[in-house]
């Protein structure tokens, strides 16, 4: 500990009890030059006299200084003020900027002066449905009309095969094109069916030509009953497929029949 810091803790502690203390030594000093005075008959003891109080005198002035000379020194000392230490403040370094990237299919990007140009979307092919006639059935008995659903039997005059080019009735977006070998005749069945069969009547297509062919089983000349006709096959449904593998649409092609009526031979 320095000296500073000594007198700084004493004289604020001991400053007026000592100055107290040397005014009263200082009193008895005066005092004791006074009596020493009277006494100057007698040599000796006047000398002791006049010692005596010259170190009272002295000894209060120095108890009364040492207070003031604390202050003083006290005063002269440097005043260290003593603070916590600040934490150093840190500045965030900013995340870079970094530009999106350009789009090459966005022509309003300034960065990409050539856009190009994206490719269209894909669109289903759209398949069209059809009609055609299989047979001509004669009833030949003029004396009453056949019932639907009997065993009343008509002649079959003709039976010319009807034909549908799925080709010519279904269509692809550019640059996509149709294949018929995806052509199927019975899209609720897992898989491409390319022929369907009846009892009196089947149905085919060329996986080359995609040409859709229905036909009667019955030769012309023979007889068929009017339960049979009736269990035709009245329609039948497609779909096909383009070249980017999209499906179209199921279409319906419709199977017709021709029943006339002649008069019986005689």
Sequence with gaps: MDNCTILAETGGDFSWPLLLVGVLVTVVGVALIVSAKRRTRRPGRA???????????????????????AYAATDNCDTVTTTEPTAPVVTPTPEPTVDPPVDPTDPTDPENPDPVEPEPEAVAPVA???????ATFEWQNSQRDFVPGSDDQLAIVAAPAFTFDVLANASATAPATLDAATIDLDPSTPGVQRNIETEHL?????????????????????????????????????????????????????????????????
Excluded: K
């Design 128 to 134: 069209a449905g059809g009609a055609g006639t299989v």
């Design 202 to 266: 089947v149905a085919s297509v060329d996986p080359a030509t995609g040409i859709i062919t229905v036909s009667l089983t019955v030769p012309v000349g023979s007889f068929i009953s009017i339960a049979d006709i009736e269990q035709l096959l009245t329609s039948v449904q497609y779909t096909v497929s383009d070249s980017n593998g999209l499906t179209s649409n199921a279409a319906t092609v419709s199977i017709s029949t021709i029943i006339t009526r002649v008069a019986a031979e005689t």
């Design 47 to 69: 000398a002791m006299a006049w010692a005596l109080a010259a170190a009272v005198v002295l000894g209060g002035s120095g108890a009364a200084l040492v207070p003031t000379q």
